[in-house]
């Protein structure tokens, strides 16, 4: 990961707009008034922004969401940020909607920075010297459990804690279908993204299963903690931040690597 780029990214796109190149459809990007950037709470601290307020002395006009069907019924609807900042699996939706404009990478000046690997992931390419999606950060999902209070999973790094019935009533999962459906499908060994009917007949009784167990769903990484950090959870399905958050309390937990691999997301601008 380029930490120069992760910081620098959003205030490139940003200056750019600005300067005019990119008018998203009906974008709100005007000579009265700020861009407007539309991302996740997490990626709107000061330090993603202070080139761009360097660059033109004023600060962007935000607008946060906390998922992205949200994102898109507030695009549908008639909002119309000038950036926006979806993960790799949900842009494609935004680029058939009409809601998205290629970016011409030559005007990137950290576009080479980034990993090749990511510059070149299937269906972002719009056409010579363009891209629909730019990436912007990568992070994984997985689950943090307490190692004080479940040793056993410590050790085995099994995701089936989600489904022990000693542990019911203190597992979570995140709110997202793009988040539990592919994660319980890998648990059976079935590909979420090429599913037949009896495929996903299977992936739905399990998701049944898994109802019962559950304390919550949230993908607040706030509510997360705190209910790990106080025993009321055992196991969450989270993103790597719960954990690092809770690492950074010296709180007794780990972040399950099971012998098949976790997801790893890519979101970008």
Not at 77 to 85: I, L, R, S, T
Not at 101 to 119: A, C, D, H, Q
Not at 142 to 168: C, G, M, N, V
Request: proline residues 7%.
């Amino acid at each position: 990961m380029k930490t120069g780029w992760l910081l620098g990214g959003v205030a490139v796109l940003l200056v750019l707009v600005a300067g005019g190149w990119l008018a998203l459809r009906g974008g709100g990007a005007t000579a009265s008034g700020p861009v407007t950037l539309f991302q996740w709470q997490d990626y709107m601290d000061a330090p993603f922004l202070k080139d761009y307020e360097a660059a033109t002395g004023e600060k962007p006009a935000i607008t946060i969401f906390a998922d992205e069907d949200e994102a898109f019924a507030k695009m549908r609807a008639g909002f119309k940020p000038d950036v926006m900042g979806p993960c790799y699996y949900e842009f494609p939706r935004w680029k058939d909607a009409g809601l998205l404009r290629p970016i011409p990478v030559g005007r990137l000046k950290n576009w080479n920075k980034i990993s090749p690997t990511l510059r070149n992931l299937p269906g972002i390419a719009a056409g010579p010297g363009q891209v629909w999606f730019v990436p912007h950060y990568w992070g994984n999902t997985s689950l943090t459990i307490r190692t004080d209070l479940a040793p056993e999973y410590a050790k085995s790094q099994s995701w089936e804690i989600l489904f022990d019935p000693k542990y019911k009533g203190r597992v979570s999962v995140l709110d997202g279908v793009d988040d539990v459906v592919p994660f319980i499908a890998k648990m059976i060994g079935v590909d979420a993204y090429n599913m037949s009917e009896a495929d996903w007949r299977k992936v739905q009784a399990k998701l049944k299963d898994l109802v019962p167990q559950l304390r919550f769903v949230s993908s607040d990484d706030t509510a997360l903690a705190q209910g790990l950090a106080s025993g009321e959870l055992v196991a969450a399905m989270s993103w790597r931040t719960t954990f690092a958050a809770l690492r950074r309390e010296n709180r007794p937990v780990a972040y399950l690597e099971p012998p098949g691999g976790m997801f790893t997301y890519v979101c970008g601008l």
